[in-house]
């Protein structure tokens, strides 16, 4: 498999150099050149094989040529003691994605990735300093994936003041070989300054760089893997994706393209809804982001666009996905309603997800459709804040609760490149 940036097909790379170099020299991202199909034998197996050989099958033919089989198998049951459910909730299907250590779907990318980085960069002496720009939940799977990984360093930035307290612990609070900046700015501004990094010929000369954002194709590959498992146990299911950067939907389309059985998919935004206002119109304008209730999806210019345009049409993308933004309020009622009637808590992503599926359903543009599968993308204890106000307390897992007895250690700096370089 070879992998070609967005910006030039001449651009070609191996899985190891995409993963490892996370932008292409022209500042593209990487995209297979064809993406794998599932054999006959693995498809129709879907619905029963466990997680981890469904993790096998997919993840196999995207990486085979730099990793080899049995490499592989131990990286994904090293990776993978946990799995994603899918549970019933009223008239819906939950993917519940948040077992993981961190209580957040980013685990299922960052923890791999963190394997895979380890192994192709076996025998190298010079370090590797991986730049991460965070709206919530990515800086901390990214934090506790490569925590006291040997030869790699992580700094990741975030939004000063726009992630929960629970998230900033997280990010900040493992502190070893992870070092965390809280940027004056917006989301945006964090994704800004990481691509500039990545772009100046000073940084790169003085030290190895690489990205664990969405950005990164190593990121993106294993996600494909829970909508395989949950589509083979909901066939033709239409999978609600709560979106900002827009790399779990681009993953879910990879999953489709691998014959995953999904009939369609919801960008599901909060009121930044770039995407689907493109969906709608056919025109793409970036904007800058407003801060939400759900604000890992507070994203204005979402990068993993460009893969997306890479691979579709305006015309194709309409057929596959449908758009719809959710105000805070209606995000809040959301939580109340799913609650009181079923007993079942949402964080506020996941309740994006359902109300955007509610909104599609009630205009009648979900007829006939056979199953209704939410993703749900982040434990509701990571929001307590927001979603206890609503239900009452939340019930809250062992590893959440010893990430909130984290002291936060962070840097404050300015939304200027320069200021990030001389942290570096």
């Keep these: 498999m070879r992998y070609y940036s967005t910006r030039d097909k001449n651009q070609a790379a191996s899985f190891a150099v995409a993963a490892l170099a996370g932008l292409a020299p022209d500042g593209g991202l990487y ?4 993406i794998p199909r599932y054999s006959a034998a693995a498809k129709a197996s879907l619905g029963s094989m466990a997680y981890t050989d469904i993790a096998f099958e997919t993840i196999r033919p995207w990486v085979e040529k730099d ?14 003691p946990f799995a994603a459910p899918l549970v019933k909730a009223g008239d819906r299907l939950v993917l519940e994605l948040f077992h993981g250590p961190t209580a957040a779907f980013k685990d299922f990318g960052a923890r791999f990735m963190a394997r895979a980085f380890s192994y192709l960069r076996r025998g190298e002496e010079k370090p590797l300093k991986i730049l991460v720009a965070t709206s919530g939940d990515t800086g901390g799977a990214v934090a506790d994936g490569f925590y006291k990984v040997e030869g790699i360093s992580v700094t990741v930035l975030y939004p000063k003041g726009r992630v929960s307290p629970l998230q900033e612990r997280q990010i900040a609070g493992l502190k070893e070989n992870i070092c965390a900046l809280a940027v004056d700015g917006s989301f945006d501004d964090c994704q800004r300054l990481v691509k500039q990094a990545f772009g100046d010929s000073d940084l790169n000369k003085r030290m190895v760089l690489s990205s664990a954002n969405s950005i990164n194709i190593s990121r993106l590959i294993p996600q494909a893997v829970y909508y395989a498992a949950g589509a083979g146990k909901a066939s033709d299911v239409v999978f609600s994706v709560p ?23 919801i960008a599901a935004a909060n009121i930044n809804k770039t995407v689907p206002d493109y969906l709608e119109s056919g025109n793409y304008e970036p904007r800058p982001s407003h801060a939400t209730l759900s604000n890992a999806m507070d994203v204005g210019a979402p990068s993993n666009f460009e893969r997306i345009a890479a691979h579709f049409s305006w015309q194709e993308l309409r057929q596959l996905v449908l758009g719809a933004s959710v105000t805070d309020n209606e995000t809040r009622d959301t939580i109340s309603e799913v609650h009181s009637r079923w007993g079942y808590y949402l964080d506020p992503h996941t309740a994006v997800g359902w109300r955007a ?19 749900s993308t982040a434990h509701p204890a990571k929001f307590a804040e927001t979603v206890e106000p609503i239900t009452g307390p939340v019930p809250v897992p062992l590893s959440l609760q010893k990430a909130m007895q984290r002291s936060v250690q962070v840097q404050t700096i300015p939304a200027e490149l320069e200021a990030l370089k001389e942290c570096l």
Excluded: D, V
């Design 31 to 34: 995209i297979p050149e064809e």
């Design 67 to 80: 990793i080899p089989g049995p490499i592989l198998q131990e990286m994904i049951h090293s990776a993978y």
């Design 243 to 265: 979106s900002g950067n827009f790399g779990n939907l681009t993953a879910g389309l990879y999953a489709w393209k691998m014959g995953a059985p999904i009939k369609r998919f």
């Design 357 to 375: 599926a509610s909104t599609l359903k009630e205009a009648g543009l979900l007829a006939g459709e056979s199953a209704l599968g939410i993703l």
